[in-house]
């Protein structure tokens, strides 16, 4: 018996088929809502998408106690769909959470090349002038903030 597991190919990495579930929660500040892509499980720790990105959004008209309105989650949601795009151009990536609070936004990704970041970042910027674009980007070869959510 060979006692070393192959890793699965990043090639089989793609956007299509994920599944997704919605965890609510409360802290101090109010509600959070996460949305935890479980289709992600199968990469979790895989060794080439060890790099964990947050983009933090702060929103422009933030609702202490509540979520963000209607009209704003809409320009969030083409920010996210724009992040993930500019992801996909640095190489490998997979989102796997967007933690909403009545403050900001966050979306979570992991991927293979960390090079990409501050370009991605820099883009995001210029492209979605509507709001302030945080990120910052970490070694997580354990997936612990995706493990937080998706294994509470």
């Known amino acids: 018996m060979w ?5 699965k ?3 089989g990495l793609t956007d299509e088929n994920q599944k997704w579930s919605v965890i609510e929660a409360e802290n101090e500040l109010g509600p959070i809502l996460v949305r935890v892509n479980n289709s992600a499980i199968e990469w979790a720790k895989h060794p080439e998408l060890n790099i964990r990105v947050g983009f933090a959004i702060p929103l422009n008209s933030p609702n202490p106690g509540g979520l963000p309105d209607a009209e704003e989650n809409l320009l969030l949601n083409e920010i ?3 992040l993930c795009e500019l992801l996909k151009k640095t190489g490998s990536s997979i989102q796997v959470l967007a933690i909403t609070t009545g403050q900001f936004k966050e979306f979570v990704f992991y991927i293979q090349n ?5 370009g991605a970042h820099k883009k995001a910027i210029s492209q979605f002038s509507t709001h302030e ?7 997580d ?4 903030v995706y493990d937080e959510w998706a294994n509470p």
């Open 114 to 118: 960390g090079n990409g970041i501050e």
């Open 9 to 11: 190919s990043l090639a």
């Open 3 to 7: 006692p070393f597991k192959k890793e």
């Open 141 to 144: 070869p354990d997936w612990q």
């Open 80 to 82: 996210e769909d724009g």
């Open 133 to 139: 674009i945080q990120c910052v980007g970490e070694n």
